[in-house]
């Protein structure tokens, strides 16, 4: 008999991973399994005793109940769509005592509660707290007025059925009134019907008007004009106005002056460069740093007491003076107020004006200029009057004012420049022997 001598392998097992690759635990693994098996699904049934397994009953555990017991019992489990939810192994949970999301009040600052607790004594209430009342006063109103069911009180069918509740959003109001025939509060959109739709015109446009009337409408004539003309001096004076006009000449001189600073010239022999081996001298020779005696510092004393009894004095006879000027200053007074309330009536009206004007787009609508005639071209009858105007653009301006158009400007598009050249195979005969009587030149 043979004996095999077979030489058992030895690796090193230093390493994690070396000790995973030659080590064999699947023994081990197994068994483990198993008691992972057995702590789901409960012990094996070899090792039960069989008063765990086997009952032996002689009178029954539930008595029997009605048809309404059970379902007020089965009321009580929880509902079957949520097994799926319940834990189906019997491993306890590792850790018992779990960390819980704290509520926003749990999180709260002692300090801060304490805060809150005494601004809500003294009244003090922040507007997220008075919106979500006012929230659920309006919620507990819609839960009272929802009608109960088979509850038939209300006629739907007579009466004005549009009927506004309190807790009903206006952004609500507005999608479900729309194409009903009820009128919405909304500016845009709106017809303007402040604005007739045909506005009388002024008397000083009249054919035969009277001196008055026609002066009148001259004069707004002219301070719109002046007002244009104003306006366009402005911009003229804040654009090219700015600056002067200068020639050619004076331009180039006025160049070569500017060149030409700290370089040497005739006319100015100190600018010379100096040469390299003279003396260096600093931009900033150093100075000493002298100390003030004492009588320096007294004197610099005096001096800014006197100043300030001299500034002390000059404030004292202004109070004295301010009194004996109270009359003109309440007049001052009087006269501010007076151009502040004017300021406040002028922005009033203007504001009242904008809210008539409807916003269709981003234009704004602009008023036309006045049809008006000068008094050597009045004639006094229809027949020999000049005409002034465009019926069509007032029809216009007036559906732009009424809100029934969006207001437009004139756009002007420039033309591209369009080369012009001569096909080879439409020149003319007159062409064809002129460029040949050139060549032969």
């Known amino acids: 008999m043979v004996l095999s001598s077979i030489k058992k392998k030895r690796v090193s097992k230093k390493l994690k991973k070396s000790w995973r690759k030659h080590v064999n635990i699947n ?9 992972r098996l057995e702590e789901r699904l409960g012990p094996p049934i ?5 008063e765990a397994l086997f009952k032996l009953d002689t009178k029954p555990s539930v008595e029997l109940l009605s048809k309404t017991e059970r379902r007020k019992l089965k009321a009580v489990k929880p509902l079957k769509c949520f097994s799926a939810l319940q834990p189906y192994t019997n491993v306890p949970d590792p850790i018992a005592k779990r960390n819980r999301v704290r509520t926003k009040e749990e999180r709260k600052n002692e300090l801060v ?36 069911r088979g509850e038939f009180a209300v006629d739907l069918w007579e009466g004005d059925n549009q009927k506004e509740e309190e807790w009903v959003d206006l952004n609500t109001k507005n999608h ?21 739709a045909i506005e009388p015109p002024h008397p000083g446009m009249s054919y035969n008007p009277s001196y008055e009337d026609h002066q009148e409408l001259l004069q707004q004539v002219a301070e719109k004009e002046k007002k244009l003309m104003k306006e366009e001096e402005h911009l003229r004076r804040v654009t090219s106005g700015m600056f002067s006009k200068v020639t050619e000449t004076k331009r180039e001189q006025d160049w ?39 009588k320096q510092r007294r004197k610099q004393k005096e001096q800014m007491m006197l100043e300030k009894a001299r500034k002390m004095l000059k404030r004292e006879k202004k109070k004295i003076t301010d009194i004996h000027n109270l009359q003109g200053l309440v007049k001052h007074v009087d006269t ?16 009242e004006q904008n809210k008539k004007l409807t916003v269709l787009n981003a234009n704004k609508f602009e008023e036309p200029d006045l049809e008006f005639n000068l008094g050597q071209e009045i004639s006094g009858n229809l027949k020999n009057l000049k005409t002034e ?27 591209a420049k369009v080369k012009k ?21």
Not at 46 to 50: A, G, L, R, S, V
Not at 176 to 196: E, F, H, Q, W, Y
Not at 269 to 289: G, H, M, R, T, Y
Not at 435 to 441: D, L, M, W
């Open 46 to 50: 070899e090792t039960i005793p069989d």
């Open 176 to 196: 479900n009134l729309r194409g009903i025939s009820v009128p919405v509060k909304k500016t845009i959109g709106r017809k303007n019907k402040d604005v007739p």
């Open 256 to 294: 070569l002056v500017d060149m030409s600073q700290g370089l040497p010239s005739k006319n100015n022999p100190q600018s010379e460069i100096e040469d390299s081996d003279s003396e260096f001298k600093s931009l900033n020779p150093a100075v000493k740093n002298a100390k003030k005696t004492l």
């Open 27 to 35: 023994d081990v693994e197994e068994f483990l399994e198993e008691k």
């Open 336 to 351: 501010v107020s007076e151009k502040q309330e004017k300021a406040r009536e002028i922005r009033k009206s203007k504001k």
């Open 389 to 415: 105007g465009n019926l069509l653009m007032d029809r216009f301006k007036s559906m732009q004012k009424r809100s029934i158009l969006a207001p437009t400007k004139r756009h002007t598009h420039k033309k």
């Open 421 to 441: 050249y001569t096909k080879p195979g439409h020149k003319s005969e007159e062409w064809k022997r002129t460029v040949a009587r050139s060549i032969q030149t």
């Open 113 to 148: 509660k304490k805060k809150e607790k005494f601004n809500k004594v003294k009244g003090i209430v922040k507007r997220k707290s008075i919106v979500a009342d006012l929230n659920r006063k309006l919620d507990d109103i819609k839960r009272k007025s929802r009608p109960k």
